[in-house]
């Protein structure tokens, strides 16, 4: 079929809105027609070239929400007309990393997904005949994309898909980071570094975990009220001094739970100083530049403090996802601050745009 797709031709050059040809779902795969994708950091990181793994042309998008159209042979769980969230984080419920509780991190696909190509090493996607890869398993800058079905996650139909877009990325991986990677007790003190979709996120997951204090850091006034909309009890403006701001607030020993959702390295290393002597967990969740390093005085480790990163905030999508988009339906989780403007396929790259001004937490693509 014909689909409309927004095109990386070029790094550091906008997408282009072309037509391309989608071949039909194969065995275990799925085609979805979207209805809304998010605009992501990764899309534009992948877009500027500063990804050193980054390949093109290729259809950018990964935050994906929509409908079922047709499932291929063998497919399983799904079926035309269901409600689906795209997982760039598979889950396909057999390898080892899917069957042990301590990780999210699916094998089954990687190494395909990693270069461009479907499982079988082919693509869906091609113009005039030259194939056309695929961008973290998903490609959901299109009108329509073949996806396998364990990167699918089914959600309720109730859910509109404009916001459950938000859950197949920046949302999941904040709340996840809090509920699943540090597992954040009742009661406890929490500071989340960044208030982005990501940190946002993790400051709600921090709520829903039962945490008394929640210290949200930011540059921005504007973002730090989000913040406090979504369950922080207390903000500051980040710097050079942001342990000394925090020590100040939640005592000296230091928060029982950190997280860094910046992707700076110097706020990495803050989130390891706030955390707690004895037993304080630092979680990074940001994604920092090329050859960057994370400088840690190991004597914050030997007096107890533990380091841990989160991918997809540790959620196994295909379980989680729809538990997580419950709890939003069920009116504990507010998803409406976080989309700040609706965008047509074609102002994508307005998007990336409103997205490096800072302006807003989401542009959300509507497909509608
Ligand atoms: N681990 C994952 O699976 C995963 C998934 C999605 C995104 N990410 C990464 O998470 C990070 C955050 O993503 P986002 O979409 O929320 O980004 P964002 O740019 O919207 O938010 C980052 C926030 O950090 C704040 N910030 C910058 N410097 C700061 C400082 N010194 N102190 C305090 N705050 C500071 C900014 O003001 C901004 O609000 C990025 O690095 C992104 O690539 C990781
Ligand atoms: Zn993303
Ligand atoms: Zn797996």
Not at 18 to 44: F, I, K, M, N, S
Not at 167 to 183: D, I
Not at 309 to 328: A, E, I, M, Y
């Amino acid at each position: 079929m014909k689909i409309r797709a927004a095109v990386l031709e070029r790094f550091g050059e906008p997408l282009e809105v072309q037509e391309l040809e989608l071949a039909e779902p194969r065995v275990g795969e799925v085609l979805v027609r979207l209805a809304a994708c998010g605009v992501c950091h990764t899309d534009l990181f992948a877009a500027s070239g500063a990804d050193p793994s980054g390949y093109s042309p290729t259809v950018l998008g990964h935050e994906g929400a929509g409908v079922v159209e047709a499932a291929g042979e063998e497919v399983r769980d799904l079926s035309e007309g269901d409600h689906v969230v795209t997982l760039f984080s598979p889950q396909c419920r057999e390898c080892e990393h899917c069957r042990d509780p301590r990780t999210n991190l699916c094998t089954a696909i990687r190494g395909q997904q990693g270069l461009g190509y479907l499982p079988d090493g082919t693509t869906r996607l091609s113009r005039d005949g030259e194939p056309i890869r695929h961008f973290m398993g998903c490609s959901t800058f299109a009108e329509y994309t073949v996806m396998p079905e364990i990167a699918l996650a089914k959600v309720s139909p109730d859910a509109p898909l404009d916001r459950a877009c938000l859950f197949a990325c920046g949302l999941s991986t904040g709340l996840g980071a809090a509920m699943n990677t540090a597992n954040v007790q009742p009661g406890s003190t929490c500071v989340v570094f960044g208030a982005g979709m990501v940190g946002l996120g993790a400051v709600a997951g921090c709520r829903l975990q039962g945490a008394e204090r929640i210290v949200c850091v930011d540059l921005s006034e504007d973002r730090l009220e989000l913040a406090r909309g979504q369950g922080a009890t207390d903000t500051l403006v980040g710097g050079p001094e942001g342990v000394e701001r925090v020590l100040e607030l939640v005592g000296p020993l230091g928060a029982d739970y950190t997280f860094e959702a910046t992707g700076n390295v110097a706020v990495m290393r803050q989130a390891v100083e706030s955390a707690r002597m004895g037993w304080g967990l630092a979680t990074m969740c940001g994604v920092a530049g090329k050859g960057e390093v994370l400088e840690v005085v190991p004597r914050f480790l030997i007096t107890g403090r533990r380091v841990a990163g989160s991918s997809f905030g540790g959620c196994k999508g295909r379980d989680q996802v729809p538990q997580l988009v419950q709890r939003w339906l069920a009116g504990e989780i507010d998803v409406e601050p976080f989309v700040s403007h609706k965008l047509t396929l074609d102002d994508v790259n307005r998007g990336f745009e409103l997205m490096e001004a800072q302006d807003g937490i989401r542009s959300v693509i509507d497909f509608a």
